[in-house]
T-cell receptor, first 113, second 113 residues
Framework: NAGVTQTPKFQVLKTGQSMTLQCAQD?????MYWYRQDPGMGLRLIYY???????DKGEVPNGYNVSRLNKREFSLRLESAAPSQTSVYFC????????????FGDGTRLSIL | QQQVKQSPQSLIVQKGGISIINCAYE??????FPWYQQFPGKGPALLIA?????SEKKEGRFTISFNKSAKQFSLHIMDSQPGDSATYFC????????????FGKGNQVVVIP
């Protein structure tokens, strides 16, 4: 049982390049989330999808777009990468409106030069 | 605006000692308070959680203490072990709607032998 799988694990980009981070979950969860983690800042929500077909902005959505491709997959796109987007990105999923916790992937470490 | 404030930022504890991490929140609509544990290179994982109808919850060496009137909750790690060295995040959310978690900034705990 893989849980939440993120690809790639590491990536280096040049400023201005575009990239899509992939996330897939096999727990049949309705809700999925994208966070970024920066030193001293904790986890900040970028975008989330409460259920298939819906997406909403979180705390720090600028510079990102998302696609909820189906119930399993939720991708995060950087259209024109900037050095300020250097971070570790985590995807999470949970069952909507339940007492169950969020389950996280192991992250994508992204460096933008 | 940080909805959940966590202190201290880092903590060094001797093996066998007690680690204590404190969190404070403002939103009285929060009714679920989890603690996540994160090891280097991994995503956060749920450690223990509490609801405001109880003042304490214990699971093994980990205990959450909750003070509803003060809007504070804390994590106590008893008999701290080197394997407990990790980053700990407190969080809070409401039980209705999309269940977005508000995270604290994290606390790095180092347990020295």
């Amino acid at each position: 049982n893989a849980g939440v799988t993120q690809t790639p694990k590491f990536q280096v980009l040049k400023t201005g390049q575009s990239m899509t981070l992939q996330c897939a979950q096999d727990m049949n969860h309705n809700s999925m989330y994208w966070y970024r983690q920066d030193p001293g800042m904790g986890l900040r929500l970028i975008y989330y999808s409460a259920s298939e077909g819906t997406t909403d902005k979180g705390e720090v959505p600028n510079g990102y777009n998302v696609s909820r491709l189906n119930k399993r997959e939720f991708s995060l796109r950087l259209e024109s990468a900037a050095p300020s987007q250097t971070s570790v990105y985590f995807c999470a999923s949970r069952e909507y409106n339940s007492n169950q916790p969020q389950h996280f992937g192991d992250g994508t470490r992204l460096s933008i030069l | 605006q940080q909805q959940v404030k966590q202190s201290p930022q880092s903590l060094i504890v001797q093996k066998g000692g007690i680690s204590i991490i404190n969190c404070a929140y403002e939103n009285t609509a929060f009714d679920y308070f989890p603690w996540y544990q994160q090891f280097p290179g991994k995503g956060p994982a749920l450690l223990i959680a509490i609801r405001p109808d109880v003042s304490e919850k214990k699971e093994g060496r980990f205990t959450i203490s909750f003070n509803k009137s003060a809007k504070q909750f804390s994590l106590h790690i008893m008999d701290s072990q080197p394997g407990d060295s990790a980053t700990y995040f407190c969080a809070a959310r409401t039980s209705y709607g999309n269940n977005r978690l508000a995270f604290g900034k994290g606390n790095q705990v180092v347990v020295i032998p």
